[in-house]
C-alpha cells in the first residue's frame, strides 16, 4: 500500500487510540461505590495563590473500601485542602483531625447508580463520536490522495475495520464500568 495512505490510517488509529484513552480516563473519576484517590483527581487546591492539583500538594490513599485519607505535606494547607474539596462540589463531607483528611464515602443510592451509569453511557458516546469524526477525517484524506480506486476503497474498508474494533472496545469498557457501578 502507498506510504501517504498508510500514513492516513495510523493518523486516524492514533486520533481513535486518543479517544478511547481520554474515555478510560473520564470513567475512572465516575464513582463506583468503593472510595478511590481518582475521586478527586480534579480537585484544585489553592496553594499560596496558584490554583494546584490534590495530589501535588498531598498524599491521598484510601486505607479501605469507604475511606479516603488526605495527608498534607504541609499542615498549614488542611484548610485549604478541605475548602477546595467542598468547592469541588464531590459530594463529600471532609472531616479534619488536624493531622490529615479523613472522607467517609457514602455507599451509593439506586437512584446515584442510575445517574452514575447514564453518565458512563454519556461519556461512551462521546469516545463514539471521536471514532467516528477519525474515521470521517481518514476517509475525507483518502479521497484527496493520487492513487488508483481500488486502493481508495482498500484503504476506507482499513478505516472501517479499525472503527469496528475500537467501537467494540468502548462498549466492552462501558460493560465493565456499568456492571462495577451497579454492584452493591
Known sequence: MNEEINF?????KEAMTKAID????????????KASPSMLANVQVDYYGAS????QVANVNTP????????PWEKNMLQAIEKAIMIANLGFNPMNNGENIIINVPPLTEERR????????????HAKVGIRNARKEA??????????DDMKKNAEADVQVLTDQFVKDIEET????????MTV
Not at 52 to 55: C, M, S
Not at 64 to 71: E, F, H
Open 64 to 71: 479501605d473500601a469507604r475511606t479516603i485519607s488526605i495527608q
Open 52 to 55: 494546584t492539583p490534590l495530589g
Open 22 to 33: 481520554h474515555l478510560v480516563k473520564e470513567l475512572r473519576s465516575i464513582r463506583a461505590g
Open 8 to 12: 492516513i490510517i495510523d493518523t486516524a
Open 139 to 148: 476517509n475525507n484524506d483518502i479521497k484527496k490522495t493520487d492513487v488508483s
Open 114 to 125: 442510575r445517574e452514575l451509569a447514564k453518565q458512563a453511557k454519556a461519556e461512551a458516546e
Open 174 to 181: 462501558l460493560a465493565v464500568k456499568e456492571t462495577e457501578i
